[in-house]
């Protein structure tokens, strides 16, 4: 049986709806635009209408009959007062308006791909925090991260900034290998390039991660607010210290928290340790050092380098002796131990007469070395002792002698210092570029943070004693004759550096110890550069 053609209104039909329907939205959001003003007033004036009815409802029968008599009042004042009906009016319109436009949603929740990051860090976690014999376990897969993850923040690109975890009773948070399995799995699964810092809670079964901001590195070298026996190291996170220092950054002042070093006689760490990468910040901590240290005291410097890095310091009062061969330093180190010897004698037989001590042996002395490991192997070469060996008597009586010992060395030549060094030295700064191994290895313990691979330089860490691991970022203490250096950062060097002075004497370090010659011994008269 053949079909019969459809009408020719009906064959048609579909094409005309569409257009209708297209034609109908269109006016709708034309007209949508031209009563959006209109729309917002009237869902207002029903917003406050609510309010108003939500008062009224709240108010006690016995005090209605006042607030009516007084809504009346207003009304009357209103009416009689010039053009008080027309500004009443006015200001109900913009009130309507003002609570009839359309807000923001606040977001209550992470959206899809937050999500997504939530439950995969989640399920990576599970082989950590889960045992088979556990009933309800907290981690599970295929299980909820909610349960597990009590507070999150995201940043504008979708990446943690902060979590917190809870983990079940019978993880080994105790034990340093375990907590650090678990700091570099969220270390990897947050994002790497950043520096997270890790908080255990023990006893409440926590861990918090979030993201630390940036040390600022435009703190240049200055004149801090310190008292003798005080040395500014760098400065550290806002949280880390509760001590804080004016500095100025830039052309503003501004409080940091400072990382403060103590030395002296009540000093449990006097004498420091400086590790790092060559370019690291070590040699500009050093420079740091001195210039703080030349207010109160003197110095000598040993440069095992020999690059001239420290010449902005030479014939300036206070600097004894700037030695870069292996003739000088062996002399400078023997001075230096005679010194400290003559220091004790003196102190000694003050005190059993009755007398103070002698002022000559309170004022501080400061011994840099600089990569000593070069005159090791020189010495070695030529049969000689390592210079290191005359250290023993400033490391092990140097704080009651007022004499302290910094030593700052290569990552690749930690080994060769003596162990006088390595025991006495219980100030530790790590500089540069690290792995978690060699942060570690110098500083006794983990750090709390999560070392990068891309950091600028002084930027490290500080552990004094047993105290906790620091950030640190070095103020900027550059050699001022360096062609790359900045104006500004030249300006601040030589602002600190002592005045000039002439000295016709040549250096004659003392051969005889204070045992023997009572008398102070003979101090370095000139800074000299052999090599």
Partial sequence: MARRPLPRILSGSSSQLARSRELARTAADSATDVLHPLITITRGLRRLAATAGRAWADTPRERRGSTLFLAAGCVLVVALIPYGPLIALISVMAAAAWKGRVRTPAKTGPDRRETGRLQALYEALVPYFSVPEDPDPLFAHGGEWSRAFSAYEFDGDGRLTRLRVKYPAYFTDGEAESRARIEQLLHAKSGRGREYHFSWDEEGNQLVLSVLPALPTSIAAQRFVTVPGETVLGFTDAGAVRR????????????????????????????????????????????????????????????????????????????????????????????????????????NRARQAGHPAPEDTKRPLWILLDRPSIFGHLAAADGHADPQQLLQVPLRHGRAAQVTVVVAEQFDSLDTLTEAVRTHTRARVVLGPTTLEQVTSVLGTQPHTTPTLDVPPGRGYARLGTGPVLRLQVPATPDPYDDATSEAHRRAVLDLLPERQERDEAFAPATAPAAAAPAPAAAPAAATAEG
């Avoid at 005291?297 to 690059?307: P, Q």
């Fill in 244 to 347: 804080t220092v004016p500095v100025l950054e830039g052309e503003e002042t501004r409080d940091a928290h400072p990382v403060v070093w103590r030395t002296g006689p009540r000093s449990t760490e006097p004498h420091l340790l400086v590790a790092g990468e060559p370019g690291s910040g070590t040699t500009t901590l050093l420079r740091s050092i001195a210039l703080q240290a030349l207010f109160h005291g003197d110095v000598l410097i040993i440069e095992g380098s020999s690059t001239g890095e420290y010449a902005c310091l030479s014939g300036r009062t206070g600097v004894l002796a700037i030695e870069c061969g292996l003739a000088g330093a062996h002399a400078t180190l023997e001075w230096a131990a005679h010194e400290t010897e003559r220091r004790l004698i003196a102190a």
